[in-house]
């Protein structure tokens, strides 16, 4: 596609629930960033992939939070037994190619909106 | 570690009227700074960035920002605003070395017609 996508748009969970919230880059983009926003809050740092090489998870805030992507595609948030402060919402992002760092653009998706009730 | 700054929650200008957004970083060397903009149900959508060179940066939509060493200062400007510049505005530095972005809690702008 021309952006990137997330889904679902919206969740809606029980507390004690596990979720799967799923991002697809860009085309050709090697790079995959996921943020949480909190309400009134700016992004916050979760997890990054770049090409095969081992993923930066040191944003995850515990061990209830994983992620994986297969090569260069779809990437996968997995959140096991949320609680009601994961409720905010996860943004995706993916760039060209890290070597340049900075001058690539990240490219973010529209989110998903996490209510864990 | 770098940490970003926007000072103001919410802006509320007129239509037409111009607009400037704060942003302040803390970081010990030259940052990386950007500015984002998302509208309502939307994704970020990168306004403009700063890496070198000219303190002046010229972005989308008719947004410009200047670097101020001095001040630590990533102000994000514009001389004549529309309605549909309502949105959420995000300032963002980065440092050598890391490529993961602070980002700032945001400034929500309102526009009056």
């Known amino acids: 596609g021309a952006g990137v996508s997330q889904s679902p748009s919206n969740k809606v969970t029980e507390k004690g629930k596990d979720v799967e919230l799923r991002c697809d880059p860009i085309?050709?983009?090697?790079?995959l960033y996921w943020y949480r926003q909190r309400l009134g809050q700016g992004l916050e740092f979760l997890i990054y992939?770049?090409?095969?090489?081992?993923?930066?998870k040191s944003g995850l805030p515990s061990d209830r939070f994983s992620a994986e992507r297969t090569g260069e595609s779809v990437s996968t948030l997995t959140i096991q037994r949320t609680q009601q402060e994961d409720s905010a919402v996860y943004l995706c992002?993916?760039?060209?190619?890290?070597?340049?760092?900075?001058?690539?653009?990240?490219?973010f998706g529209p989110g998903t909106r996490l209510l864990v009730l | 570690a770098q940490s970003v700054t926007q000072p103001d929650i919410h802006i509320t200008v007129s239509e037409g009227a111009s607009l400037e957004l704060r942003c302040n970083y803390s970081?010990?060397?030259?940052?990386?700074l950007f500015w984002y903009v998302q509208s309502p149900g939307q994704g970020l959508q990168l306004l403009l960035k700063y890496f070198s060179g000219d303190t002046l940066v010229q972005g989308i939509k008719g947004f410009e920002a200047e670097f101020k060493r001095s001040q630590s200062s990533f102000n994000l400007r514009k001389p004549s605003v529309h309605w549909s510049d309502a949105a959420e505005y995000f300032c963002?530095?980065?440092?050598?070395?890391?490529?993961?972005?602070?980002f700032g809690r945001g400034t929500s702008l309102i526009v009056h017609p």
């Open positions: 963002a530095v980065g440092a050598g070395g890391s490529y993961i972005p602070t």
């Open positions: 970081y010990g060397a030259t940052p990386y």
């Open positions: 085309s050709g983009h090697t790079a």
């Open positions: 992939f770049q090409g095969n090489s081992a993923p930066d």
């Open positions: 992002a993916s760039s060209r190619d890290r070597g340049r760092g900075y001058q690539e653009t990240q490219y």
